[in-house]
Nanobody
Framework: QVQLVESGGGLVQAGGSLRLSCAAS???????MRWYRQAPGKARELVAA???????NYADSVKGRFTISRDNAKNTVSLQMNGLRPEDTAVYYC?????????WGQGTQVTVSS
């Protein structure tokens, strides 16, 4: 079964930047990869997606600040987060559908101080 491992979370001041990475244990070629986040007491929400066809999509709340990218050769997907705000504080998860399993990483904590 595929494993997804996130890294790059941490504590940053408002306005700062972080880069999250997600490494897959097998090829992500042909797989739409997504980043989700979950803040305390809130539902998990989709942050960004990079489809297998090369299209990117973002939640309105992060458009213009976050950028998703992927490296199929290295089986990684990244999330560059700029202009971070306290409301971006959450656990961030990487996700992909590796037929027949919907696979999630363990999550990485991002905390933005005001």
């Amino acid at each position: 079964q595929v494993q997804l491992v996130e890294s790059g979370g941490g504590l940053v001041q408002a306005g700062g930047s972080l880069r999250l990475s997600c490494a897959a244990s097998r090829s992500i070629l042909g797989i739409t990869m997504r980043w989700y986040r979950q803040a305390p007491g809130k539902a998990r929400e989709l942050v960004a997606a990079f489809t297998s066809g090369g299209t990117t999509n973002y939640a309105d709340s992060v458009k213009g600040r976050f950028t998703i990218s992927r490296d199929n050769a290295k089986n990684t997907v990244s999330l560059q987060m700029n202009g971070l705000r306290p409301e971006d504080t959450a656990v961030y998860y990487c996700q992909g559908f590796f037929n027949p399993f919907l696979t999630w990483g363990q999550g990485t904590q991002v905390t933005v101080s005001s």
